[in-house]
Antibody, heavy 123, light 107 residues
Framework: EVQLVESGGALVKPGGSLRLSCAAS????????MTWVRQAPGKGLEYIGR??????????DYTAPVTGRFTISRDDSKSTVYLQMNSLKTEDSAVYYC??????????????WGQGTLVTVSS | EIVMTQSPATLSVSPGERATLSCRAS??????LVWYQQKPGQLPRLLIY???TRATGIPARFSGSGSGTEFTLTISSLQSEDFAVYYC?????????FGQGTKLEIK
């Protein structure tokens, strides 16, 4: 069974940094495209970005609100994907989900979700 | 960026009745469209991908249709566990984008 376990969420001040981790099991991690999605309290879902498999170039894509501030990386030897968040803003406060897609949907159809980790940006 | 618009924002339906939820894309996404269900305090659950393919374990009462810019999620006979928020999302063009959600509530 696929399991995704996020960690690293915390309370941080505006302008601060945080790194989230997502440990995966039950899948061939090196082949997986991994995606981060967030959800502010009481709000809808928002894509943050994705990282492709090494075979597909290990390239990353981000959405406009986080481009230049957030970085996604992966360590296939640890079956772990990371989300480095810098220059955090209050509007980045949300539950952050690590997700895996159905193969060949380009990170689009997300069939497995981690339990989420809460990031609160506040002074 | 493709904007996904769902309607209505809230839909009130009685158990046993049919529910029809709509999703419109600001430009064609072909059939690269998914539907998720999210209950309070729970994770989103993938229902439909490719506009009409049910994900593993999803009951047959859930069906998706449409292509291009107009999509529909139909729940044929509502069960108590179906009352939730439903999101559509396109994965045709990056950045992928979600609709704002439709809350399906008990009438």
């Amino acid at each position: 069974e696929v399991q995704l376990v996020e960690s690293g969420g915390a309370l941080v001040k505006p302008g601060g940094s945080l790194r989230l981790s997502c440990a995966a099991s039950g899948l061939t991690f090196r082949d997986a495209w991994m995606t981060w999605v967030r959800q502010a309290p009481g709000k809808g879902l928002e894509y943050i970005g994705r990282i492709k498999s090494k075979a597909d170039g290990e390239t990353t894509d981000y959405t406009a609100p986080v481009t230049g501030r957030f970085t996604i990386s992966r360590d296939d030897s640890k079956s772990t994907v990371y989300l480095q968040m810098n220059s955090l803003k209050t509007e980045d406060s949300a539950v952050y989900y690590c997700t895996k897609d159905i193969p060949y949907t380009g990170g689009g159809a997300l069939d497995y979700w981690g339990q989420g980790t809460l990031v609160t940006v506040s002074s | 960026e493709i904007v996904m618009t769902q309607s209505p924002a809230t839909l009130s339906v009685s158990p046993g009745e049919r529910a029809t939820l709509s999703c419109r894309a600001s430009q064609s996404v072909r059939t690269n469209l998914v539907w998720y269900q999210q209950k309070p305090g729970q994770l989103p659950r993938l229902l439909i991908y490719g506009a009409s393919t049910r994900a593993t374990g999803i009951p047959a009462r859930f069906s998706g249709s449409g292509s291009g810019t107009e999509f529909t999620l139909t729940i044929s006979s509502l069960q108590s566990e179906d009352f939730a928020v439903y999101y559509c999302q396109q994965y045709n063009n990056w950045p992928y984008s979600f609709g704002q959600g439709t809350k399906l509530e008990i009438k």
